[in-house]
């Protein structure tokens, strides 16, 4: 799935920002600038995927 952020507003003017197929702090890093120009924060929630790890596949080629 590709990582995505879902930003949903209620009727009251509330924001719920989720971010959607991140793993580790992904989320935060991704979600940061949107804290920052909606204002003050009352709650975070760490989801399960929060605490995986990110995988990052590395290729190494040796000179021939």
Known sequence: M?????????TNGE?????????????????????EALGVVNSKVKKPEFHQQAVVHKKQQLGT
């Open 15 to 35: 924001f719920t920002i989720e971010g959607v197929g991140f793993k580790g702090a992904g989320c935060e890093k991704a979600t940061k600038f949107l804290e």
């Open 2 to 10: 590709k990582p995505t952020i879902e930003i949903i507003v209620s």
